[in-house]
């Protein structure tokens, strides 16, 4: 069984439980973090290769198993998009608390329907 998919697992299902199951809006950035970082493991997963060498051709020779550098790439494109879109939320949650005075988006949700 391969563990490491199962940790995977795991920590996108924390995070998704993080996202659904708290009020709080700050809480539901880091879930939401938590899932990111679950993909950015199933991705470095996928380019694993077990006694694998840097994809680096030497004039003249091939390298011997070589391991997938997609997967490397797309992670710092990845985590460029992650660290911009919570930025991003921590601002609006940020905007959201001063105009309403909480971080709970029940309690946001029914004070915006008061405000109408």
Do not use: C, W
Not at 56 to 85: E, R, W, Y
Not at 94 to 101: D, E, I, K
């Amino acid at each position: 069984m391969h563990f490491d998919y199962v940790a995977a697992m795991l920590l996108y299902v924390t995070g998704l439980g993080i996202m659904l199951f708290h009020s709080n809006l700050i809480k539901k950035i880091f879930g939401m973090n938590i899932m990111e970082t679950a993909v950015f493991l199933l991705f470095i997963l996928s380019g694993y290769v077990r006694g694998g060498k840097p994809p680096i051709a030497l004039p003249g020779q091939l390298p011997a198993a070589p391991v997938n550098p997609l997967p490397q790439a797309l992670i710092l494109t990845g985590l460029v998009v992650s660290v911009s879109v919570t930025a991003y939320a921590l601002a609006l949650v940020r905007a959201l608390y001063q105009a309403y005075g909480t971080l709970s988006a029940p309690e946001i949700a029914r004070r915006k329907g008061e405000f109408s």
